[in-house]
T-cell receptor
Framework: DTGVSQDPRHKITKRGQNVTFRCDPI?????LYWYRQTLGQGPEFLTY????????KSRLLSDRFSAERPKGSFSTLEIQRTEQGDSAMYLC??????????FGQGTRLTVV | KNEVEQSPQNLTAQEGEFITINCSYS?????LHWLQQHPGGGIVSLFM?????KKHGRLIATINIQEKHSSLHITASHPRDSAVYIC???????????WGAGTKLIIKP
């Protein structure tokens, strides 16, 4: 499978714990996006990388959220001190410049 | 007013019916995407359009840049087409996708 893969698919964590998600984009894609989607809503943009550079970050991304793409390949999204409001589907997408975005299956986070 | 508006929000139809979902946007765009999301599943890209019309199987997508409007059509609809269909535009001014709220489609057998 050469599509975008995300790990884990599901994560249940206790409030206050830290969680980290991983996204492996399609190998030749230089752009990588993170989105968050809550139940019944459309995806919300979180952050965007071009190669290893984080070029844009939504104001939705509080100080508890951090994303990295250290070698311009895979990316990680970390949430520190999780809150119940962080429960959502976290989606990763990748593309070539100005190309079609391809999405992963998402990581569903439940904070209890 | 949202920058991307979809209609209808919900659509229920019988198997075999011709389906149309509409998307209007108010910003300058470099491309428009139609995406499909099944319950609990990830998002699948159906089309990326910057002009004209594209067809893939029973799916047809059109865009009118002057009118800032796009439509997604499904011919001979089938229960497996039941999903949320999302219109998203890529703004010319930044790299973000601006998302519509989605159209929840249910096709009854």
């Amino acid at each position: 499978d050469t599509g975008v893969s995300q790990d884990p698919r599901h994560k249940i964590t206790k409030r206050g714990q830290n969680v980290t998600f991983r996204c492996d984009p399609i190998s030749e894609h230089n752009r990588l996006y993170w989105y968050r989607q809550t139940l019944g809503q459309g995806p919300e943009f979180l952050t965007y990388f071009q190669n290893e550079a984080q070029l844009e970050k939504s104001r939705l991304l509080s100080d508890r959220f951090s994303a990295e793409r250290p070698k311009g390949s895979f990316s990680t999204l970390e949430i520190q001190r999780t809150e119940q409001g962080d429960s959502a589907m976290y989606l990763c997408a990748s593309s070539v410049s100005r190309g079609e975005a391809f999405f992963g299956q998402g990581t569903r986070l439940t904070v209890v | 007013k949202n920058e991307v508006e979809q209609s209808p929000q919900n659509l229920t139809a019988q198997e075999g019916e011709f389906i149309t979902i509409n998307c209007s946007y108010s910003v300058g765009i470099s491309a428009l995407h139609w995406l499909q999301q099944h319950p609990g599943g990830g998002i699948v890209s159906l089309f990326m359009l910057s002009s004209g019309k594209k067809k893939h199987g029973r799916l047809i997508a059109t865009i009118n840049i002057q009118e800032k409007h796009s439509s997604l059509h499904i011919t001979a609809s089938h229960p497996r087409d039941s999903a949320v269909y999302i219109c998203a535009v890529r703004s010319r001014s930044n790299y973000q996708l601006i998302w519509g709220a989605g159209t929840k489609l249910i096709i009854k057998p």
